[in-house]
């Protein structure tokens, strides 16, 4: 590949992230569903016909951004899942983490949420729930490595946890949705969190 290559893909990777960043922005602010292309161009500050010189449809520019969460989410997830020597630290800084991401990027569970609702398979709904699964191995590993520990119940079943765990993030986001504000996560976190460890640590023996 020879520089005058190089300097022409990075604008465009730059404009294809911009589009990226300018979906969950609009997607903070309204409906998913109801962001047009003449939105995202106007976000950016490109024509429509710009636009599809980045992407040839809409469905594209959703796949790319479906890509850009997992490749950002993920990362986050595993190193919280790596943090500590103790599972249950791991698990307390995988939560803080993810929920320091939906706050810094509000857009983010209401993209999430409008993908899994649609009725019909994509695959921008499958990139999703990929990563969802990806995610729920990640707890389903430290929650092993905690009943291993003994920080758990020894009946604890792993993958009903892991979407306990995701559940209580979707609820803590749900209410902040209500709220109208990310913010309002932080002060709610604490009980939550306290709450799913109860949860997991009945019938531990003293």
Same mark, same amino acid.
């Given at each position: ?9 990075? +604008? ?13 922005? @609009? ?28 992407? +040839? ?6 796949? #790319? ?10 990362? /986050? ?6 943090? %500590? +020597? ?6 307390? #800084?995988?939560?803080?983490?993810? /929920? ?18 649609? +009725? ?5 709904? !499958?990139?999703?729930?990929?990563? @969802? !699964?990806?995610? %729920? ?26 979407? @306990? ?30 709450l799913y460890l109860s949860a ?7």
């Amino acid at each position: 590949m020879n520089a005058a290559t190089v300097s022409l893909r990075q +604008p465009a990777e730059a404009r294809q992230a911009e589009m990226v960043q300018a979906v969950l922005t @609009l997607a903070a602010q309204q409906e998913p569903a109801s962001i047009t292309t003449t939105d995202i161009a106007k976000a950016v500050g490109l024509s429509q016909g710009a636009v599809f010189r980045h992407f +040839p449809n809409k469905q594209a520019i959703w796949l #790319n951004v479906a890509q850009w969460l997992e490749a950002t989410l993920l990362p /986050l997830v595993q190193t919280a899942a790596q943090s %500590s +020597p103790d599972p249950l630290t791991s698990l307390g #800084n995988i939560f803080r983490a993810h /929920l320091q991401f939906v706050q810094e990027n509000p857009g983010v569970p209401r993209f999430i949420f409008n993908e899994l609702q649609r +009725p019909a398979d994509s695959p921008v709904k !499958q990139q999703v729930a990929a990563m @969802l !699964q990806t995610y %729920s191995g990640i707890l389903i590993r430290v929650l092993q490595q905690a009943k291993t520990a003994g920080q758990v119940s020894p009946n604890l079943e792993e993958r009903s946890a892991a979407t @306990l765990f995701i559940g209580s993030i979707q609820g803590l986001v749900m209410q902040a949705m209500l709220l109208g504000s990310s913010t309002s996560i932080q002060p709610m976190m604490a009980g939550v969190w306290a709450l799913y460890l109860s949860a997991i640590r009945q019938e531990v023996a003293p």
